[in-house]
T-cell receptor, first 118, second 118 residues
Framework: AQKITQTQPGMFVQEKEAVTLDCTYD???????LFWYKQPSSGEMIFLIY??????QNATEGRYSLNFQKARKSANLVISASQLGDSAMYFC???????????????FGKGTKLSVIP | GAVVSQHPSRVICKSGTSVKIECRSL??????MFWYRQFPKKSLMLMAT?????????EQGVEKDKFLINHASLTLSTLTVTSAHPEDSSFYIC??????????????FGNGTRLTVT
């Protein structure tokens, strides 16, 4: 079974509008971390935002916010006021187990390609 | 911020030859480095985890003798694709865990290497 599911292979958004990229995850651990990365066509992975499983507040980082619904095991990324430079692949990733050796690796979803339309 | 330099960014080699990819943490010590492989329009698949001074831990299905990983120092890990074949053509990307990081810290990624085997 997939650990990270991103159901939207591609998304389009009008410039200056907000967009939500979906991510659901599967884990039996109580302690875990969720990350979102952006990958432009050049290939580098850019860290956007982090949410810990015990964090009570939804994470925010500038125009990025995370809609974390623990009971539903979802961690959707919201990008507000989209810009042309936001066009890229977006990956949701999970870190688990949360302790012990090898605990820092990330498991990635299949990604969502976001295209911002001028 | 923490910078990971990956070199080369692109390489074309002939079938049967070996290729070495370097991953350096420029301004921090990386106790652990991860090597990922990414097929076109696909997710990042973890190949192996390398800890400085010890043997790499390979994921299931990854050939140890084909993908040689060396992590000789806290700032350098190398991936050598031995006897490369066209099916090894892919995008390889490394990431590093900062020595001083904790479980909430993101991994820092290199810019990736696009390998084409002819």
């Amino acid at each position: 079974a997939q650990k990270i599911t991103q159901t939207q292979p591609g998304m389009f958004v009008q410039e200056k509008e907000a967009v939500t990229l979906d991510c659901t995850y599967d884990t039996s651990d109580q302690s875990y971390g969720l990350f979102w990365y952006k990958q432009p066509s050049s290939g580098e992975m850019i860290f956007l935002i982090y949410q810990g499983s015990y964090d009570e507040q939804n994470a925010t980082e500038g125009r990025y916010s995370l809609n974390f619904q623990k009971a539903r095991k979802s961690a959707n990324l919201v990008i507000s006021a989209s810009q042309l430079g936001d066009s890229a692949m977006y990956f949701c990733a999970m870190r688990e187990p949360y302790s012990g050796a090898g605990s820092y690796q990330l498991t990635f979803g299949k990604g969502t390609k976001l295209s911002v339309i001028p | 911020g923490a910078v990971v330099s990956q070199h080369p960014s692109r390489v074309i080699c002939k079938s049967g030859t070996s290729v070495k990819i370097e991953c350096r943490s420029l301004d921090f010590q990386a106790t652990t480095m991860f090597w990922y492989r990414q097929f076109p329009k696909k997710s990042l698949m973890l190949m192996a985890t390398s800890n400085e001074g010890s043997k790499a831990t390979y994921e299931q299905g990854v050939e140890k003798d084909k993908f040689l990983i060396n992590h000789a120092s806290l700032t350098l890990s190398t991936l050598t694709v031995t006897s490369a074949h066209p099916e090894d053509s892919s995008f390889y990307i490394c990431s590093a865990r900062e020595l001083s990081s904790d479980r909430t810290s993101p991994l820092h990624f290199g810019n990736g290497t696009r390998l084409t085997v002819t």
